[in-house]
C-alpha cells in the first residue's frame, strides 16, 4: 500500500468526488462578486467532464453549497474582513440566483452538504457521510482554490482522509492564488492532480472522447 500512490487515492472503492461552492456568486463574471473571467468558465466544463466520469466509475460526487444569512453568521464571521458594512455585500445569500450551483449541479444520487463557513466540515455532516459510504479518501475540486478548497482539504488530511486536488479542476480569483495555494497543499497537505490524470486511471485509453472543444462550449 502507497498512499502516495495517485491510483490508490482515487480508486472508486474509496474515494468521493467533492465538489465546493461552484456557485454563480463566485464563478459568474456577471454574478455579485463580479471577479470572474474565462479562466473560471474553463474550469467548470474541465469539472463537468470530471464529474461524468466519477459518475462513470460509480464514486459518490458530494457538492458542497455555501449559504449566508443573519441566522447562521456570527458577529464574529461578520467582521472577520474587518467592519460590519462588509457584510452587506455578502454572497451566497438563501433564495438568490448567486447562491445556486453554476453550470455544474448535483442529480440522483449525489449528495449535497450547506456549510456556513469557509470548512465544509464544520456544522455540517460531511463527515459523517463520508465515512457511512465507506470512504478514505477526498477528491478536491471548486472555488476558491486558497480559501473554501484548501480549508476544507486541510481539514479532511487532519481527520486522516487522503486529500488530493485537482488543479484543472478548481479555481480563485487569480492565477496566482490559486498556484500558490496548490503549492502549499502539494507540500503539506494532500496530492495534486490534473484531471486528465485522474480520468485517464479510472477509464484507460478513454483520454481521447468525442466532446466540444472547450471553444465551442465556451461560445455556446
Known amino acids: 500500500m502507497n ?20 456557485q454563480n456568486d463566485f464563478c459568474r463574471a456577471s454574478g455579485s462578486s463580479s471577479e470572474q473571467d474565462a479562466a473560471m468558465e474553463m474550469m467548470s466544463i474541465q469539472l463537468e467532464r470530471l464529474i ?5 466509475v460509480e ?6 453549497q455555501t449559504l ?11 467582521w472577520r474582513h474587518g467592519s460590519l458594512e462588509s457584510y452587506e455585500q455578502e454572497l451566497c445569500k438563501p433564495g438568490t440566483e448567486g447562491a445556486e450551483f453554476f453550470r455544474v449541479g448535483p442529480k440522483d444520487g449525489d449528495f ?9 466540515f464544520i456544522g455540517t455532516e460531511l463527515d459523517s457521510i463520508l465515512k457511512s459510504l465507506g470512504r478514505q479518501a477526498a477528491i478536491m475540486t471548486g472555488v476558491m482554490t486558497d ?8 481539514h479532511a488530511m487532519c481527520l486522516d ?13 487569480s492565477l496566482e492564488r490559486h498556484e500558490a495555494a496548490l503549492q502549499r497543499i502539494a507540500k503539506s497537505f494532500g496530492v495534486v492532480a490534473n484531471s486528465s490524470e485522474i480520468t485517464e486511471i479510472w477509464n484507460p485509453g478513454r483520454r481521447e472522447r468525442a466532446e466540444l472543444p472547450l471553444a465551442a462550449e465556451l461560445a455556446r
Open 3 to 22: 498512499f502516495g500512490d495517485l491510483t490508490y487515492r482515487i480508486d472508486p472503492s474509496r474515494a468521493a468526488l467533492v465538489v465546493v461552492d461552484v
Open 68 to 78: 449566508h444569512d443573519l441566522d447562521s453568521d456570527s458577529l464574529a464571521w461578520r
Open 147 to 154: 480559501v473554501c478548497v484548501e480549508t476544507t482539504l486541510r
Open 161 to 173: 482522509y487522503l486529500a488530493t486536488v485537482v488543479s484543472d479542476c478548481c479555481g480563485s480569483v
Open 59 to 64: 464514486i459518490p460526487v458530494i457538492f458542497i
Open 52 to 56: 461524468s466520469e466519477a459518475r462513470s
Open 112 to 120: 449535497v452538504v450547506v456549510k456556513h463557513r469557509y470548512d465544509a
